[in-house]
């Protein structure tokens, strides 16, 4: 088809575990060594060589997809997947091992913010140089300087050796300049993960901005949300294969299955009274309820036993507490040694995002148990809004809301 | 809107063809490395450039009273100073070419692990600096000049075409040991002893003169001294003679070694990101 602008067929990249891992290079009298061994016992050779090599991995194995002019494509998969390799490959940093890639078009690819950036050069020096490394050239540097340095909002501390930058400022800069290419395919990894809140959002509003002009980006991320608002393909990569090739919504959610420690499972035994197992329901969750078993024991009576969960965001800020104490609706007490606490949460009122689950076991007088951050959870909402603003800005919450408009009759004039 | 016509393939095994027309489009990344190397090496120090012309200065004095006034070897009918300095400018240029160019990958590392560009950009870029040094050490050779009231003959128009012999050798031997570096790092020990070595059997302190005839052409093997040679031929002019058979085989070695290098380099290139 002619608006396919990538194309990956049987994609396969090869490490030998030997070289990678224990010795990142070789030095030459390993390798005067061994031709001396292979000379002298030539009937041999074969095995020297074997040992020799080391242990292959395969970090892509037959890898097969397209990318179309305007796929805004999300990369996602658990560390070791692969990820970082397929965006190695794709930008010609390191050669497959097999397969063949199509590309149509200049590809850009930001991998790591601020490469090349010399912390003895200037702001101002680093911006021509970095521009240059990432492909760009000195009359296209200097036509967007001004809009680099605004966009990086460190117009004061041009003259500066980054050396003396904040760590914001530098990560600003560099993001700044790698975001000024003008590619009609953008590769990026992991890169967001770095500034803050504000300037996360800024990048990707600028990514956002980027591909509404019918770019084509692929975008390695493990933060879901970002992925979620940003992309609309999802690639899920497991263990260097290709697991699915969908929506970016269908994508996270099987990702999330997998990934998400949705149980958790007490590994040794305790005497006191004790909390389990904790499980978390994930089919309910994509249907927008939240429900989480709580399997508890005791070598006594509990009269009641009562369960309490808070569910708090990835940073660690409580979002709302519950027990059958508080929530005492439908709730029967009764004296038991083990047994099964269910709560569950109709409409779950959250943003997409990820949530944690702290759990504690007590009874009417004392706690026995608590574990904090037991479980941990990528909501993705059913009514998911591609505009939404980040949760950073508007909260976790979403409080279902009625707005209306209606004319002002006092100032209507022209009604 | 896209910049190639045809699409871009990349296959294993397959040195993409578009690596000279990529070599082109990356054109302005040979200055700006080179122009980030000179801005940096000589920030936060105190005199600056002036590091450029003190260090040849002071060997050219030591080997001048060594060489000239202890060892009184012959000067061929020129001032000592000129005679070795018109040596020290071409040696000087290899040496810190080849120890600059063999580290130029590793120090590059987080570039070549990160970013794509052609390979060679990062050693040539490293020859370059080590070219505006020798420009810059040019300078001395023009007021040693003037001090002892030396005209150079028309020779000295010759020139350029040994300068350009002398950077295809620092070339050659630079793309070598740059891409042998990144995977044996035993090159980094090895550099700096072939450059102390290569001071001494290269006629840089000396004439080449002074070497009986029938070992010439042996002597010649050194790919050095057709450049040094070459150098004070064109520079000194008056009786220094060039040794015509022991220049051309100098010369060979040196196009043959560039032409070797730059097809290792470019054949263990693709797997500089995986090893370095």
């Known amino acids: 088809m002619s608006d396919v602008i990538v194309q990956v067929e049987n994609l396969s990249k090869k490490y030998i575990l030997g070289q990678q891992r224990q010795e990142r290079y070789q ?106 490394i990432l492909g760009m050239s000195r009359t296209e540097i200097r036509r967007k300087f001004d809009e680099i340095v605004s966009f990086a909002e460190v117009e004061k501390f041009l003259d500066t050796p980054v050396k003396r930058y904040s760590s914001g400022m530098y990560v600003r800069l560099a993001f700044a300049v790698a975001a000024h290419l003008e590619p009609e395919i953008l590769v990026v990894d992991e890169v967001l993960a770095v500034g803050d809140t504000t300037f996360q959002k800024k990048c990707l509003g600028k990514m956002q901005e980027v591909s509404t002009e019918g770019r084509t980006i692929l975008f390695v991320s493990h933060n879901s949300s970002a992925i979620a608002s940003l992309c609309d393909r999802g690639l899920v990569l497991d263990k260097g294969q290709v697991r699915a090739y969908t ?35 994930q089919d309910l969750l994509e249907q927008g309820t939240l429900k989480v078993n709580v399997h508890f024991e005791s070598p006594w009576d509990l009269n009641p036993p009562i369960v309490g969960m808070v569910v708090s965001s990835l940073y660690g800020m409580p979002l709302f507490g519950t027990n059958p104490r508080i929530h005492t609706k439908g709730f029967q007490p009764r004296s038991m040694r083990s047994g099964i606490a269910t709560m569950q949460i109709d409409h779950l009122p959250l943003h997409s995002g990820s949530y944690k689950i702290s759990i504690w076991l007590g009874d009417n007088h004392q706690d026995y148990d608590s574990i904090t951050d037991a479980l941990t959870f990528d909501f993705i909402s059913p009514q998911f809004m591609a505009n939404l603003p980040s949760v950073d800005i508007i909260g976790p919450f979403n409080i279902p809301a009625q707005w209306r408009l209606e004319n002002d009759a006092q100032y209507t004039v022209y009604a | 809107m896209s910049n190639y016509s045809k699409p871009l393939v990349i296959e294993a095994g397959r040195s993409e063809r578009q690596y000279w027309q990529d070599l082109w489009r990356y054109r302005e990344l040979f200055y700006f490395l080179a122009w980030r190397d000179i801005l940096v090496r000589y920030k936060q120090t105190a005199i600056g450039v002036a590091w450029a012309l003190i260090r040849p200065v002071l060997t050219m004095i030591v080997f001048t009273v060594v060489f000239g006034g202890l060892a009184k070897l012959p000067s061929d009918g020129v001032p000592y100073p000129i005679l070795v300095f018109s040596a020290m400018l071409p040696w000087q240029f290899f040496a810190n070419a080849l120890s600059e160019c063999s580290n130029s990958l590793i120090s590059n590392a987080n570039l070549i692990s990160k970013v794509y560009f052609p390979r060679l950009v990062v050693p040539t870029s490293a020859v370059i600096v080590s070219f505006v040094d020798f420009l810059i050490s040019g300078i001395v050779l023009l007021a040693l000049m003037a001090w002892y009231d030396f005209v150079p003959s028309w020779r000295i128009l010759t020139l350029p075409g040994f300068i350009l012999i002398a950077f295809i050798a620092a070339m050659g031997a630079g793309l070598w040991l740059a891409a042998l570096n990144v995977k044996y790092r035993d090159f980094r020990y090895i550099v700096p002893f072939i450059i102390q070595f290569g001071l001494y059997v290269s006629p840089v302190g000396f004439s080449s003169s002074i070497v009986p005839e029938a070992w010439r052409w042996l002597y010649s093997l050194n790919p050095m001294v057709g450049v040094i040679d070459g150098f004070r031929w064109a520079i000194l002019g008056g009786q220094t003679q060039l040794y015509l058979p022991g220049f051309f085989l100098s010369t060979g070695l040196v196009v043959l070694l560039f032409a070797g290098g730059v097809h290792y380099f470019r054949a263990y290139e693709r797997t500089f990101a995986d090893v370095i």
């Not at chain 1, 970082?84 to 497959?96: A, D, N, Q, Y």
């Not at chain 1, 269908?250 to 149980?263: D, G, K, M, P, R």
């Not at chain 1, 035994?269 to 978390?280: R, Y």
């Open chain 1, 27 to 132: 030095s030459f009298r390993d390798v005067i060594g061994r031709r001396t061994k292979a000379l002298m016992r030539p009937f041999r050779k074969s095995s020297t060589k074997k040992q020799a090599i080391g242990e292959e991995f395969w970090a892509l194995k037959n890898v097969s997809f397209d990318i179309r002019q305007g796929d805004r494509v999300g990369v996602i998969g658990r560390n070791g997947a692969g990820k970082s390799t397929l965006l190695k490959v794709l930008s010609r940093i390191t050669e497959p091992t097999q397969g063949r890639i199509g590309i149509r078009g200049r590809v850009a690819s930001l991998l790591e913010v601020g490469t090349g950036f010399h912390p003895e050069l200037t702001g101002r020096e680093n911006i021509y140089l970095n521009g240059a």
């Open chain 1, 247 to 281: 929506s970016s919504m269908e994508a996270l959610s099987l990702y999330n299955n997998e990934i998400n420690q949705n149980t958790f499972v007490r590994d040794r035994e305790l005497n006191n009274p004790h909390i389990q197992k904790v499980e978390l329901d």
